[in-house]
């Protein structure tokens, strides 16, 4: 049984990588940038240099690493098949093989979001439960299902896009994804400063959000300094959001969410506004479940991604 193996995060801009011991202790992490000219040709290749050329530094040997796991943005399935990958030029491709070829060693692979909610269940936020929901409030919004410890994939690996459920019929911008109504046009860092903006433009009461480049941070700090018109937009951010997680449980019945992303740096003001409304709407069976805020921030993709090949 091998000592180590390492965890692959490929973002947009960078790929993050680390190296951990088989006890999930992250010995080292770095970066290298995504090259995603050339319809991404080169990202795989240069991951598989990074991972060897470290191997090399500290002197391991292959029979010491238990493997590499990866994680990428877009559906993959539990075979490591990834159906496309617009922002890196991928398309239909077995990441799995394709690096498990470069690197000779085992893989596993996984969407990124499903594997930051590993991390967070296995390292962070939820760390000791079984059942976890994790969402994670970005630019867009993500999540991941992980249920008996293991993730939820699904049959094309798109399980666990709680961005994209359905909450408002009225709704006439289309979503990135070309729908209408998602959650993520709602609860999103770009989604929360929408709100606000619709509300101020519909009412003329003064606010501390009434400001140029308004930013979802603004919002939550004018909650937090007692904006009533920001208190608003809250209720509506919490309304379309605990609404969704009682959905989500009624389903799932997870013992635990946990919510990550940039906009749960506002911390557990945001978990007052939800928990009211997934109180008031989840299922009597599912109501004990837990709200926590994640944290393992930006490392938790390398920590799900290591635990890929640990299971």
């Given amino acids: ?4 193996c390492f965890g692959v995060d490929v973002g947009g801009t960078t790929v993050k990588l680390g190296l951990f011991n088989t006890n999930g202790d992250l010995m080292e992490k ?4 995504t090259v995603t000219e050339d319809d ?3 990202i795989l290749p240069d991951c598989a240099k990074s991972i060897l050329k470290k191997m090399n530094e500290r002197e391991m040997d292959r029979t010491e690493v238990v493997g590499v796991g990866i994680g990428a943005p877009g559906p993959i399935d539990s075979e490591g098949t990834l159906y496309g990958a617009v922002n890196l030029g991928w398309g ?8 498990q070829t470069l690197l000779n060693m085992p893989v596993e692979a996984g969407n990124d979001a499903n594997v930051a909610a590993l991390g967070e269940a296995w390292q962070g936020g939820a760390k000791g439960y079984e059942d976890v929901v994790v969402v994670t409030l970005g630019t867009g919004v993500g999540g991941g299902i992980i249920i008996n410890g293991k993730m939820v994939a699904g ?3 798109a399980a666990g896009e709680i961005g994209h459920m359905h909450v408002n ?4 911008e289309p979503c990135n994804c070309g729908n209408c109504g998602c959650l993520e046009e709602y609860v999103s860092a770009t989604g929360i400063v929408r709100m606000a903006k619709r509300k101020l433009a519909e ?3 003064p606010s501390l959000m009434r400001k140029d480049d308004l930013s979802a941070k603004d919002v939550w700090d004018a909650v937090k300094a007692g904006d009533t018109v920001a208190i608003e937009v809250a209720e509506d951010f919490g309304w379309y959001l605990g609404k ?9 019945n997870p013992e635990i969410f946990v919510i990550g992303g940039g906009v749960s740096k506002a911390g557990n003001v945001l978990l007052d506004y939800i928990q009211k409304y997934f109180q008031k709407y989840a299922f009597k069976g599912c109501r004990g479940a837990l709200f926590t805020l994640a944290t393992l921030g930006n490392d938790a993709g390398i920590y799900g991604a290591a635990r890929l090949v640990l299971k």
Avoid: F, Q
């Fill in 1 to 4: 049984m091998g000592k180590y």
């Fill in 30 to 33: 770095w970066e290298i940038p």
């Fill in 40 to 42: 991404g040709k080169a």
């Fill in 92 to 99: 239909t491709m077995s990441l799995k093989k394709e690096l």
């Fill in 155 to 157: 049959a094309t690996g």
């Fill in 169 to 172: 019929d009225d709704e006439t």
């Fill in 203 to 205: 009412d003329d009461r």
């Fill in 244 to 252: 969704a997680m009682a959905l989500v449980a009624n389903v799932s």
